[in-house]
């Protein structure tokens, strides 16, 4: 099994805080899940395969606790204004997801690319430039893997109001990634 370093832990507490953080808005409940996790993943260090990074093992245990206290907790969430302008190009089929024919030609290369590091660091600058209700909702479905009705419910929004939210999301990050990432000048 591999051991990780302080350094190592240290950089993967402080990104589960702010993933925890982003999702339950909440820092001091965000502290308690990831401590969970973390004691959570100690306890059952054992039955760790090596069949997936172990960071990623961990984000799965955090990503399931974060989803239980979702479950439990209710709460009431001030909508943001969403200012992006509506008269952008049309990118998703009909299930959200990019269109393959939509893609700019750079993306069509993305599986090559996608495992980089330095891809997923421009992601998470990007997501971070998302408005914070933006970014929770495209988490919660992206990475969460919630349905539209717990997403809808926990965020306490109509189902139209989480598609434009999930869209403009994408929209962004779309544009964010093909001007940091694509862009051959930057």
Excluded at 2 to 27: C, G, V, W, Y
Excluded at 86 to 93: G, I, L
Excluded at 156 to 182: D, G
Aim: aromatic share 10%.
């Amino acid at each position: 099994m591999h051991t990780l370093s302080n350094s190592e832990i240290t950089d993967i507490r402080l990104q589960m805080i702010k993933f925890a953080t982003l999702q339950l808005s909440d820092p001091d409940l965000a502290e308690d899940i990831v401590q969970e996790a973390l004691a959570s993943a100690y306890k059952h260090a054992g039955t760790f395969r090596g069949q997936s990074a172990l960071k990623t093992w961990i984000f799965a245990i955090l990503k399931n606790k974060i989803i239980d206290a979702l479950k439990i907790r209710k709460r009431t969430v001030v909508l943001s204004d969403i200012t992006e302008s509506d008269n952008t190009e049309q990118f998703f089929d009909q299930h959200g997801h990019w269109g393959e024919k939509d893609l700019v030609s750079e993306w069509r290369n993305i599986q090559s690319a996608v495992y980089q590091k330095e891809f997923w660091a421009i992601f998470n600058i990007c997501l971070d430039h998302l408005p914070a209700r933006q970014a929770k909702i495209f988490m919660m479905r992206t990475h969460l893997e919630l349905t539209s009705e717990e997403i809808c419910q926990e965020c306490n929004i109509s189902v139209n109001n989480l598609n434009v939210i999930l869209y403009r999301a994408r929209v962004q990050l779309q544009r964010c990634l093909s001007k940091n990432w694509f862009d051959e000048e930057t």
